[in-house]
């Protein structure tokens, strides 16, 4: 089945800096949309990217979706020890209806104080 | 099937009506979620059940929105007094872990 991958898998970083987190997909989508889970707490919409937008902003969240290389990163600047969460991307099928988005396995990241 | 089922699979409804939507999960998930998806955005999360924990209701948008659900088992999603701003898709989606999470293929809301 299709999955997103993100990596790195873990990422620790000094509050303050910015984060970069990179997501690889297999097939042809119609957006790709990035979530946020804080421990044992459900999934929180971020932001999505449509398959004919190459970078879009969102407070001090950017993304960009390069559909050539089937892939997409997630930068948050100026982190704070409140983004500390796992980052899930998710895809969905071109032509796919709600049961073909699946997320991949995740980054977690830690914000150091 | 073995995958998440909902119903309705649509519903129409009057402003101040109140409705209940359920939701069976894949026999044996532990982790049930509930989620809004409006007319060309992204997934909104309502609320998560974890096996007997406590319900994380944090994204419930208000106290008209509830959810119960049964052991590990159907769940229903119960909205209270409608609004036209309810209008959306309600998806359910159940996961062993979060790595995937099975969709329901949702009940399409519409408040008139």
């Known amino acids: 089945s299709q999955q997103g991958e993100e990596d790195p898998q873990a990422l620790s970083i000094q509050e303050g800096e910015n984060a970069t987190m990179n997501c690889s997909y297999k097939t042809s989508i119609n957006n790709l949309q990035w979530y946020r889970q804080n421990s044992g707490r459900g999934l929180v919409h971020l932001i999505l990217i449509r398959s004919n937008e190459r970078e879009k902003h969102s407070g001090r969240l950017r993304v960009t979706l390069d559909t050539s290389k089937k892939s997409s990163s997630l930068l948050i600047t100026a982190s704070r020890a409140a983004d500390t969460a796992s980052y899930f991307c998710a895809t969905l099928y071109s032509g796919g209806g709600a049961d073909g988005l699946t997320f991949g396995k995740g980054t977690h990241l830690i914000i150091q104080p | 099937g073995a995958g998440v089922s909902q119903s309705p699979s649509n519903k129409v409804t009057e402003k101040g009506k109140d409705v209940e939507l359920r939701c069976d999960p894949i026999?044996?998930?532990?982790?049930l979620y509930w989620y809004r998806q409006r007319l060309g955005q992204g997934l909104e999360f309502l609320i998560y059940?974890?096996?007997?924990?406590?319900?994380?209701k944090s994204g419930l948008p208000s106290d008209r929105f509830s959810a119960e659900r049964t052991g590990e088992s159907v769940s229903t999603l119960t909205i209270q007094r409608t609004q036209q701003e309810d209008s959306a898709v309600y998806l359910c989606?159940?996961?062993?872990?979060?790595?995937?999470?099975?969709f329901g293929p949702g009940t399409r809301l519409l408040v008139l």
């Open positions: 989606a159940s996961s062993l872990a979060p790595v995937t999470q099975y």
């Open positions: 026999s044996g998930h532990t982790a």
């Open positions: 059940f974890q096996g007997n924990s406590a319900p994380d």
